[in-house]
T-cell receptor, first 114, second 109 residues
Framework: GAGVSQSPRYKVAKRGQDVALRCDPI?????LFWYQQALGQGPEFLTY????????KSGLPSDRFFAERPEGSVSTLKIQRTQQEDSAVYLC????????????FGSGTQLSVL | RKEVEQDPGPFNVPEGATVAFNCTYS??????FFWYRQDCRKEPKLLMS???SGNEDGRFTAQLNRASQYISLLIRDSKLSDSATYLC??????????FGQGTELSVKP
């Protein structure tokens, strides 16, 4: 009964470095969401997939952010040329078919850009 | 203007108090509404869905007013364990789920 798994749990990057954050959703979950959460704020929508299709990427803050889910399961959020303002917790959530309302979140990746 | 806005916090209340949180959303075509709870340094978890007729789950009551684009959450008989951040969530057309900024609740003995 594994839940949503995210790795790494913590990531420290130097400004300008590229990072890749991984999300392994619950098996069989069709929808997958990425959120960015700064300290003291609510999760900010980044992008969302249904199976391998990226249905909405309107929340990605710049073209340095890219997400993929090539086989409709594991997803990767990539941030190129990281900046200090990218420091945040990145949350991944998945939901089962017909149950998009209930999101199951992973523990998040805390990214610190120095 | 943010798509989903919540009351600013924090709310500091004594045990046993009744507390209400409000939330407004910008898109009248929004389809579904929820309240999530987030404990400090933890991931958000679904507290309850919000139905058009209003719904109750124990000490928690959720209301939706589509005409005013407004959602509320009422907590009766607050417990220490209710201390958390409460997040209003709206599902927009196209399927994306948008969170409000959250309202922090602190219940004191």
């Amino acid at each position: 009964g594994a839940g949503v798994s995210q790795s790494p749990r913590y990531k420290v990057a130097k400004r300008g470095q590229d990072v890749a954050l991984r999300c392994d959703p619950i098996s069989g979950h069709v929808s997958l969401f990425w959120y960015q959460q700064a300290l003291g704020q609510g999760p900010e929508f980044l992008t969302y997939f249904q199976n391998e299709a990226q249905l909405d990427k309107s929340g990605l803050p710049s073209d340095r952010f890219f997400a993929e889910r090539p086989e409709g399961s594991v997803s990767t959020l990539k941030i190129q040329r990281t900046q200090q303002e990218d420091s945040a917790v990145y949350l991944c959530a998945s939901s089962p078919p017909g149950g998009v309302e209930k999101l199951f979140f992973g523990s998040g990746t805390q990214l610190s850009v120095l | 203007r943010k798509e989903v806005e919540q009351d600013p916090g924090p709310f500091n209340v004594p045990e046993g108090a009744t507390v209400a949180f409000n939330c407004t959303y910008s898109n009248s075509a929004s389809q579904s509404f929820f309240w999530y709870r987030q404990d400090c340094r933890k991931e958000p978890k679904l507290l309850m869905s919000v139905y058009s007729s209003g719904n109750e789950d124990g000490r928690f009551t959720a209301q939706l007013n589509r005409a005013s684009q407004y959602i509320s959450l009422l907590i009766r008989d607050s417990k220490l364990s209710d201390s958390a951040t409460y997040l209003c969530v709206v599902r927009f057309q196209g399927g994306k789920l948008i969170f409000g900024q959250g309202t922090e609740l602190s219940v004191k003995p």
